[in-house]
């Protein structure tokens, strides 16, 4: 039998690819031989991504595109299509919570300003559906192709402070069973959509929520240990492999799915 995570022959479009996830993915996927296509919100930030990419390979482009501008999602995936012919996957990274979308240590939901909670469940919803509904009609004309989503502990479980955030991942756990649902009826069982639920990882947005500038727990980053079991964070190389399988030829009966990587912070009801 062929290796079944063998990923040298796929093209993987991935957006957020420069930052901390996504952007460590992107890589990650590129050394295992995938051509990577690094798509994020600024040229230069993009540009200066593909530099260090190339560093690892040829295998791999890169273009400025906000996720919720359909005319630049349009004009990327004609290119796309013109310079290489298809599209085998599709990972949606770019996302994440916004500091004017936090409810404040000394506030309640009732001081939460709906403005900011319509950005971040934009960003964050329709920022994979927009990409999905635009990358995936490769996956319908080929009839295969694979889309990753980004969920989060805070769409099964309530996550305090981040309303939006949550009722925005909540809602792309039920879009990756919906999509993996209608891809699947509609164009054959090499269509796959599924999720990976990441539990806690330093990134740039959480960092000054989770953890102190001395480097201890902030009260918020101790609770999140306290139901954790393996009792840290997790590293940003410990989501590669969940993708990974989940792309390859390794998960070809899998979708829908949402898979937790999370320390089993799910699992457990802190007591
Ligand atoms: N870090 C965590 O602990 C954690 C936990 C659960 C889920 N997640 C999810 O994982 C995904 C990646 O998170 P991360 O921590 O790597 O975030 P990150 O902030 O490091 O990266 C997000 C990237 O998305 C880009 N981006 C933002 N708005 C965009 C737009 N409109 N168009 C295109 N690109 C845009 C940003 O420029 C950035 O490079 C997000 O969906 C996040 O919600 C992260």
Redesign the pocket.
């Known amino acids: 039998m062929s290796n079944l995570f063998d990923l040298s022959d796929k093209v993987i479009a991935i ?2 690819a ?5 952007g460590g993915t992107a890589k990650y996927l590129q050394e295992q031989g995938a051509y990577v296509i690094y798509l ?2 600024f040229e230069e930030v993009v540009d200066k991504t593909v530099e260090e990419a190339k560093k690892i390979s040829d295998k791999c482009c890169g273009y400025a ?4 501008d359909q005319t630049a999602l349009d004009a990327v995936y004609e290119k796309l299509m013109a310079n290489l012919g298809r599209l085998d996957v599709l990972i949606n ?4 919570n916004m500091p004017g979308a936090t409810i404040g240590p000394d506030q309640d939901v009732f001081d939460l300003k709906i403005e900011a909670y319509s950005k971040v469940l934009d ?2 919803l329709k ?1 994979t559906v927009m990409p999905t509904m635009t990358f995936a009609k490769a996956f319908k004309a080929q009839k295969s192709g694979c889309v990753i989503n ?1 969920s ?1 502990m805070s769409a099964t479980q309530a996550l305090t402070r981040v309303l939006g955030y949550s009722n925005a991942k909540a809602a792309i756990d039920n879009f990756t069973r919906w999509m993996a649902t209608e891809m699947a009826v509609k164009y054959g069982d090499k269509v796959r959509v599924n999720a990976l639920a ?1 539990g ?2 330093i ?4 960092r000054a929520l989770l953890i102190n500038e001395d480097g201890s727990f902030t009260e918020r980053g101790q609770q999140v240990i306290n139901k954790t079991p393996f009792r840290r964070f997790g590293e940003q190389h410990e989501v590669y492999g969940t993708i990974h399988f989940l792309i390859s030829e390794a998960a070809a009966f899998v979708s829908g799915v949402i898979i937790p990587v999370d320390g089993g912070f799910s699992a457990y009801t802190g007591v």
């Open positions: 957006t957020g420069a930052g901390v996830l996504a994020d919100l595109c906000n996720v919720l990274g770019a996302g994440g960003l964050n920022g980004f989060s990441p806690f990882f990134g740039n947005q959480n």
